[in-house]
């Protein structure tokens, strides 16, 4: 079965204390693994698609990386408007184009 | 900001009622999927539409139903509402296929008391 696991659950930074979320997945072929940043009660904004191992994507203070197991993504000196749940989503060759979704990583970044 | 639009925000209504959710397709975009989201859940796929066919469907009963029309803009039915229905629920469009990024809409949230 399809399976998407983030870790930390939540993770309080101090502004400029760099960090790294997780995400590891099991798939049957991988057909896309996407990064979406959510505020709470709206909806999720896309911030990354990466299709195949070693394929590294990077936007102002963020990075997503991936390998056959697992995503990372990199806050590089966080801000305080960076505070979010970061979600981790993919989809595979078995599960009908349908997104499968970790819960979540709450980070909080303290001025 | 994505150019898909939900309607409408905020939504109240009582148990066994029926609701119509809305969503307005990003330009370009010829894929809509609905998605229920319960507080602090990631989202549940409800199902795809694809020019106008259901192309893909979660586990979710027949009393949630969708459509899509010409312009791609889409509607989610569900009828005999009860209290675990509320949620907010979002729509994502894209181009197609399982490889294509979805945009997600502002979401609706709704409430059954």
């Known amino acids: 079965e399809d399976q998407v696991t983030q870790s930390p659950e939540a993770l309080r930074l101090q502004e400029g204390e760099s960090s790294s979320l997780n995400c590891s997945y099991t798939?049957?072929?991988?057909?896309?693994l996407f990064w979406y940043r959510q505020d709470p009660g709206k909806g999720p904004e896309f911030l990354f698609t990466?299709?195949?191992?070693?394929e590294e994507k990077e936007k102002e203070r963020l990075k997503a990386t991936l390998t056959k197991k697992e995503s990372f993504l990199h806050i590089t000196a966080p801000k305080p408007e960076d505070s979010a749940t970061y979600l981790c989503a993919l989809t595979g060759a078995g599960n009908n184009r349908k997104l499968i979704w970790g819960l979540g990583t709450s980070l909080a970044v303290n001025p | 900001e994505t150019g898909v639009t939900q309607s409408p925000t905020h939504l109240i209504k009582t148990r066994g009622q029926q609701v119509t959710l809305r969503c307005s397709s990003q330009s370009g975009h010829n894929t809509v999927s609905w998605y229920q989201q319960a507080l602090g859940q990631g989202p549940q796929f409800i199902f795809q539409?694809?020019?106008?066919?259901?192309?893909g469907r979660g586990n979710f009963p027949p009393r949630f139903s969708g459509l899509q029309f010409p312009n791609y803009s889409s509607e989610l039915n569900v009828n005999a509402l009860e209290l675990d229905d509320s949620a907010l629920y979002l729509c994502?469009?894209?181009?197609?296929?399982?490889?294509?990024?979805?945009?997600f809409g502002p979401g609706t949230r709704l409430t059954v008391l």
């Open positions: 798939v049957s072929g991988l057909r896309g």
């Open positions: 539409y694809y020019r106008e066919e259901e192309n």
């Open positions: 990466l299709y195949s191992a070693g």
């Open positions: 994502a469009t894209g181009t197609g296929g399982s490889q294509g990024t979805q945009y």
